[in-house]
């Protein structure tokens, strides 16, 4: 059987206007700045006006360690909050936007699929409103603010070799991870090394996913640590006086987007950054205004509960008094075949003996978000060529776990598919059993967060780190940054820093390469193993097949 493919089903959806996707949440249309017929932005104002509302339920969405064979953790995520509205909750769904370099290389788009994605697909996955050009516009100017602020004499006596602030560009280009600027004499500046990340693991990009309101952002980029002096005293971006000009580059990208579902349901798509090198979830304020005003919220981490669940509990729960009520594990019986050693071609057979070896995979991740005090309920994503008994081995692995696993069928039947899975949602979250708790305190001193992480969520035995990470540790103690949380940069495909160990391993190392503070956004970064900021292409990138038909419409985006 053909089924047809996402880009195929979006357009064909009937989307309504999105005045009266906000007439849903009651946002009248005065408070909504729209953006053609199906989009529009929420002012600040109505966002004020609500925060006296009482609080819904937050679900958190995350999964599996990634594979080749796919997960849908953003796929449930919405049919989830599309089932949960088909039982009568008033449910709203808050993901994060599409970066342009992974669509255009390998990963693809960000909007969900099948029959349970959010629309306009093709806006989504491209320009959209325009929050990530205002990012990368943003920090672009900080950077050119302080190159200039070197040139016109160096009031602050900025060291060049210790400039730490790197410039930003929303596109997978390894070219650019290591550069030199400023070439070509004395009217360009003083030559110095630099370099590129992409956009979404710009720290401007972490801190107006965290900020509370536009005072709030301000302040935060005011934090920003972008050089240090000679005697090693940092520099912050407040000393360049760029904050004020930043925050007028970003004070519409600050308001949430409102777009829907395939089913016209309500979706915040706001904010976007990287999970296994930023935080990896949806804007504080989109999460927060969303609960002001429905029953439930469904929102999901990147990548596996490792890396975004982490995450989610350790940086944004903790930086916005946020507790989630029922957590979802998203699980593909294809997933568990791979892990269980079956090769990507082979994944269509029946192989109940390869899903059982597989599990273990699951089953630490269930136990690792159990950690956090929250309950837990398995999706099983389905495919098609899941046979009765492989869900079966699923099922009776994740009970053993003392959870249950729900087969949901939202890709192929949207909200009617997700139905059993919202039922089993409703029922962990009304029963009041969420006891949240973050891994650690504020006052463990930050190499001993990197070690808890590193211990109880990859289970290794030991972090790996030089005494100059340690010194640098320390310093940051010294200077009053001790309380942060980390934020823990590796590969997504394994629990280890090796990309090619799935499963469950144990018996592993955390090597540390490089520690990095953000201060603004509030969380110390920790490089560990390869794991790169600037992603590059793959062999045969997504773009070579992305273009335009004779009818205008976009092809090859998926």
């Not at 395939?262 to 706001?270: G, I, K, Q």
């Not at 590193?454 to 001790?482: F, H, S, T």
């Not at 018996?507 to 956004?521: C, K, L, T």
Request: charged share 20%; net charge negative; proline share 4%.
């Amino acid at each position: 059987m053909s089924y047809k493919s996402d880009i195929e089903i979006a357009r064909e959806a009937q989307k309504r206007p999105i005045q009266e996707i906000g007439e849903k949440l009651g946002i009248s249309s005065d408070h909504l700045l729209p953006y053609g017929h199906d989009k529009a932005k929420v002012s600040q104002e109505f966002i004020n006006s609500v925060q006296g509302n009482k609080s819904g339920k937050l679900i958190l969405v995350t999964a599996i360690n990634p594979t080749p064979a796919g997960e849908g953790k953003t796929t449930t995520t919405v049919g989830l909050g599309d089932g949960l509205n088909r039982i009568g909750k008033k449910a709203t769904v808050c993901i994060r936007e599409a970066s342009l370099g992974p669509n255009f290389g390998m990963k693809g788009g960000a909007a969900g699929g099948g029959y349970a994605q959010v629309v306009p697909m093709e806006d989504m996955n491209l320009h959209f409103t325009g929050d990530f050009h205002a990012i990368t516009s943003a920090h672009s100017l900080l950077s050119a603010m302080i190159d200039n602020h070197i040139y016109w004499g160096n009031e602050q006596n900025i060291d060049t070799r210790r400039v730490v602030w790197r410039r930003v560009v929303d596109m997978n280009d390894r070219s650019l991870r290591q550069i030199t600027s400023s070439l070509g004499g004395v009217s360009n500046g003083f030559a110095r090394e630099d370099g590129f990340d992409i956009t979404v693991a710009s720290e401007v990009m972490a801190i107006l996913c965290l900020s509370k309101n536009l005072k709030d952002l301000e302040d935060r980029l005011g934090a920003m640590i972008v050089a240090y002096r000679r005697d090693k005293s940092p520099v912050f971006c407040r000393d360049i006086k760029a904050e004020g000009a930043m925050t007028v580059l970003l004070k519409d990208a600050m308001q949430p987007n409102l777009v829907q579902t395939l089913e016209n349901n309500p979706a915040f798509v706001h904010g976007g950054p990287f999970a296994n090198i930023a935080h990896g979830c949806n804007s504080v304020i989109a999460t927060t205004t969303a609960l002001k005003l429905s029953d439930y919220v469904v929102t999901e981490a990147g990548f596996g509960a490792d890396l975004g669940a982490e995450k989610f509990m350790n940086i944004k729960c903790r930086k916005a008094g946020l507790a989630p009520d029922c957590v979802v594990i998203v699980a593909t019986v294809r997933a568990m075949k791979m892990n269980g050693g079956v090769a990507k071609a082979d994944l269509g057979a029946e192989n109940v003996d390869a899903v059982k070896a597989g599990c273990p995979n699951l089953g630490r991740h269930i136990e690792n978000v159990k950690s956090f005090g929250v309950p837990v309920v398995v999706a099983i994503n389905h495919f098609v060529t899941d046979t009765d008994a492989e869900v079966a081995a699923v099922q009776e692995f994740v009970a053993s776990h003392g959870a249950e696993a729900v087969l949901s069928r939202h890709w192929e039947l949207g909200s009617e598919g997700s139905e059993p899975l919202a039922k089993k949602v409703v029922e962990v979250a009304e029963a009041g059993n969420a006891n949240f708790a973050p891994l650690y305190p504020d006052e463990m001193s930050l190499f001993e967060k990197i070690e808890t992480v590193a211990k109880r969520i990859y289970r290794a035995d030991e972090v790996l780190a030089d005494q100059k990470i340690r010194n640098q540790l320390k310093e940051w103690e010294d200077q009053g940054y001790g309380n942060l949380p980390v934020c823990m940069a590796k590969t997504q495909y394994s629990f280890t820093t090796d990309p090619n160990r799935r499963g469950a391993p144990t018996g592993h190392s955390v090597p540390v390469r490089e520690v990095r503070i953000s201060a603004g956004a509030g969380f110390i970064v920790v490089v560990c193993g390869e794991i790169m900021t600037m992603p590059g292409l793959p062999s045969r990138p997504a773009a070579e097949s992305i273009r335009l038909n004779d009818g205008g419409q976009i092809e090859g985006l998926f």
